[in-house]
């Protein structure tokens, strides 16, 4: 899927009146999808701030670490007045661990739990959980019964459609955590084998949104241009769609969505508003992280360059920089010299892992 100027005009969806995910009411039907390492407190806060954003999910969190309060859970669940609405995904391979978690976001008055059955990566898989937990249905499906038994908030599920092209398992899953009392179904078009590889397959999460009977299926994966999420809701028939890495090569996504269906025509950023981005996010990321924002502010360069118009000299040395002051100076030379840059294709998104999906 992709757009161009020569592409055909955007597919048309009518909206209903609002998607309803349990008893919260969403703004919109585009989501932010949880993106590990990325999808924190700030850049949450800059999305919203931009407009258009219905629903986000933290980076997933593990059900362990966060019952002991650990440091690094505790940062990925921290949240804002202006973080709303909002949902924690979390992932753990024992029932337990699932249930303590859940609790504890409950107690802590968060609104909304996730549970990851589609991370691909080794280490989540290792421990059982993420994708690992498609491979055994009757335990998921207990597993999952035992969670939304276990609080009042609404309980939804992030899957993949099976384990690889043999092991299709979502219809058959999304249907048993529908009896369940699960709320919605997110379902990532790729199957754990493939990881990030391949495309996404539009008649699996169709197939899945099928499989239920009214609770909400939320279609994901391979969403950059505005056009991607209409075709996937219009092939698929999918109440909503979950952005990812999409939303980091363009944060207008959402904005543009939104315009869409007012009926105006999507709004591209200007050249201040880009470099505003830029600043705000990282001003936000100070607000919680201090001097460790600088550090972890980098990685978002290779994302943000081509689309806020970053020159590649300044991209790197904006994946390098060691304090406030030399981002502030930088920032400036972006204003300077902004819409130098030569190529159009994000960084990011030409460095890729190497090797089979289980050494990630």
Known sequence: MSASSTAPPLPEIVESAGLLIGHREL??????????????????RALREVGGLGLATTDLVHATQLCGEHRHSLELVATHLDDNPLTVQIFGGGVE??????????????????INMGCPMAKVNGQGGGARLLCDADNACRMVEQVVAAV????TVKMRLGWDRDSISSPYLAKRFEEVGVQAITIHGRTRQQGFQGVVDLEGIAATVAAVKSIPVI????????????????????AAVAIGRGAMLDPWIFRKLADHHRGQPMREPTRD???????RHFQLMTEQHA???????RKFAAWYGAKLGIPEDLEHRLRLFNDFTEFEQIVSEIRERHGERRNTIATALIKVPNGPVERW
């Open 97 to 114: 661990q699932l249930v303590g978690a859940a609790r504890w976001l409950e107690s802590h008055r968060y609104a909304g739990i996730d």
């Open 291 to 297: 001097e460790r924002s600088c550090i972890l502010f």
């Open 219 to 238: 279609g994901n994966g391979d969403v950059r241009p505005p056009a991607d999420a209409l075709q996937m809701r219009r092939v698929t028939g999918c």
């Open 273 to 279: 508003e880009q470099v505003d981005f830029l600043a």
């Open 27 to 44: 703004p919109s039907r585009y989501f932010l999808a949880p993106l590990a390492g990325y999808t924190h407190l700030a850049f949450r």
């Open 152 to 155: 009042s908030l609404p309980v």
